[in-house]
């Protein structure tokens, strides 16, 4: 892991972070390409791993930056064929020195059988990366017309999708809408949480995918009844994949909960591919946002305000062959012991 470059000074406003990636044939370059079309996108950078893999002569090269090109709608573009932490941080470099425009946002693009959680580690945890850019949001393209036999046969395929923050079905103009049904009702029960949007030959507008949104308000966790302590939803898919939605009434201790994720995380983290919580922690006001993919843990922040009068802690996990049982007897007995 990388330490912070001090001859970097700190920018202004973190640079927002967004990762598209999705399984093969599913969208993501057709997607990608009618973003950049988008003159709202003049001011973002975009990471892919080959230039070859996505159609960028319409939109015509302007200016090679070395490794990067600037393109006419003033994105610009760099592939990735090394490490990530390191073309995150030279981006960063060459915009300070006015070598670069000034990006305020980041798109990382993965190949079709891609596991995001790495990149998601570097975005989210990397000092040098968490100095200069922000996490936002994982976004996964969505065959509507093969998706049911990729989620089924291929693990990545149902990780993308377990992981992501925003679902993006594509191919439902020409996908039946029995076909449209069985795929979003397999995407609910792999991500109860991820919105699920709708583009057509990549048409979508950029603000609706990319456009700011407050965690807290971002934050959905499936409508569950209220429990004395704890209520749990159980949804299992292929794999092993597992959501478990862990429910709370009265403030978490935060120290026993914190020991509570960090053991899960050390013991089972290759099985835990996602956690996302907002917590009402004992002696605070204001919700505390938690997420974890695998092993590492993101560092925790307080936001400004609950995004509802709902002041219950809500903790989702993605797992893989996790006892739904065991998570939630470990939860109770650590939060109230």
Same mark, same amino acid.
């Given at each position: %892991? ?10 202004? &406003? ?14 993501k370059?057709t ?7 988008? *003159?709202g %996108?003049?001011?973002t950078?975009?990471?892919v791993?080959?230039?070859? /893999?996505?159609?960028l002569?319409?939109l ?5 930056l070395?490794?990067?090109v ?9 592939t990735?064929?090394?490490d990530l932490?390191?073309?995150? %941080? ?6 300070r020195?006015? /070598? ?5 946002r980041?798109?990382?693009e ?7 959680? *790495?990149?998601? $580690?570097?975005l ?7 100095? @200069?850019?922000r %996490? ?11 998706a049911l ?14 992981l992501?923050?925003?679902l +993006? ?13 069985? +795929? ?8 109860? &949480?991820a919105?699920?949007?709708?583009a ?6 950029p603000?609706a995918?990319?456009?700011?949104s ?8 499936? /409508?569950?009844?209220? $429990?004395d @302590?704890?209520?749990? $939803?159980?949804?299992?898919?292929? $794999?092993?994949?597992?959501?478990v ?7 978490l201790?935060? *120290? ?5 994720? /960090? ?12 956690v996302k ?10 919700p ?9 843990l ?9 995004p ?10 993605l797992?893989?062959d ?12 650590a939060?109230?012991?």
């Amino acid at each position: %892991m990388s330490t912070p470059d001090p001859a970097i000074p700190l920018l202004s &406003e973190p640079i927002g972070g967004s990762l598209i990636t999705g399984f093969l044939g599913s969208g993501k370059t057709t997607l990608l390409n009618r973003l950049l079309r988008h *003159p709202g %996108m003049s001011d973002t950078a975009v990471i892919v791993n080959e230039f070859g /893999e996505i159609g960028l002569d319409h939109l015509l090269i302007e200016t090679a930056l070395d490794s990067a090109v600037l393109l006419k709608s003033g994105c610009l573009c760099c592939t990735l064929r090394g490490d990530l932490v390191d073309t995150l %941080m030279s981006l960063v470099d060459r915009r300070r020195r006015g /070598e670069a425009p000034a990006f305020r946002r980041v798109l990382v693009e993965t190949t079709g059988l891609a596991d995001p959680a *790495p990149i998601l $580690h570097a975005l989210m945890v990397d000092p040098g990366v968490t100095r @200069h850019y922000r %996490m936002d949001r994982v976004i996964t393209t969505v065959d509507a017309v093969n998706a049911l036999g990729q989620l089924a046969e291929h693990y990545e395929s149902a990780k993308q999708a377990a992981l992501a923050d925003r679902l +993006v079905l594509t191919k439902s103009d020409i996908a039946s809408p029995a076909d449209i049904k069985a +795929v979003t009702e397999a995407l609910r029960a792999l991500n109860p &949480e991820a919105p699920i949007m709708r583009a057509v030959n990549g048409a979508i507008e950029p603000e609706a995918l990319l456009g700011p949104s407050s965690e807290s308000r971002a934050f959905h966790a499936p /409508e569950i009844e209220p $429990h004395d @302590h704890a209520h749990e $939803h159980d949804k299992t898919h292929r $794999h092993g994949i597992t959501s478990v939605c862990l429910v709370h009434d009265e403030p978490l201790p935060w *120290p026993r909960f914190a020991r509570w994720l /960090e053991s899960v995380a050390s013991l089972r983290g290759s099985d835990l591919l996602r956690v996302k919580g907002l917590v009402h922690v004992r002696g605070r006001f204001r919700p505390v946002v938690v997420q974890v993919v695998q092993h590492v843990l993101h560092p925790p922040r307080e936001l400004q305000d609950w995004p509802d009068a709902d002041r219950r802690s809500r903790i989702v996990l993605l797992t893989r062959d996790i006892a739904q049982a065991a998570l939630e007897k470990s939860f109770r007995a650590a939060v109230t012991g």
